[in-house]
């Protein structure tokens, strides 16, 4: 089992930033790809970004390549989202994820999750 930890949410305007960390505990962390998903009111649970278990690979959805970064410190079994020039329309419940095999831009696949932290982002 792994349990994972989301921190980092809260109240920003348009054009700020916000750094998410999520702390996993109950398995090797360095084995672990790690994931960023986000789900606003009314709408399904969206891939936003991914790392492979030693950080060579990253993968973003679109919306968010040049303005998110993710990264990992498995020394500290923590992954980050650095969320910069922010829009309304990033505002959700962001949620990150780890997979023994894949990263994978689908919900399904994911092993674990946690249990969110929230964007708002205002105007």
């Known amino acids: 089992q792994v349990q994972l930890v989301e921190t980092g949410g809260g109240l920003v305007e348009v054009g700020g930033s916000l750094r998410l960390s999520c702390a996993a505990s109950?398995?090797?962390?360095?084995?672990?790809?790690m994931g960023w998903f986000r789900q606003a009111p009314g709408k399904e649970r969206e891939y936003v970004a991914s790392?492979?278990?030693?950080?060579?690979?990253?993968d973003y959805v679109d919306s968010v390549k040049g303005r998110f970064a993710i990264s990992r410190d498995n020394a500290k079994n923590t992954v980050f989202l650095q969320m910069n020039n922010l829009k309304l329309e990033d505002t959700a419940v962001y949620y990150c994820?780890?997979?023994?095999?894949?990263?994978?831009?689908?919900?399904?696949?994911?092993?674990?999750w946690g249990q969110g932290t929230q964007v708002t982002v205002s105007s």
């Open positions: 994820a780890a997979d023994l095999s894949e990263m994978s831009r689908g919900v399904g696949p994911w092993d674990y």
């Open positions: 790392i492979s278990w030693r950080g060579v690979s990253t």
């Open positions: 109950g398995r090797t962390f360095s084995s672990l790809n």
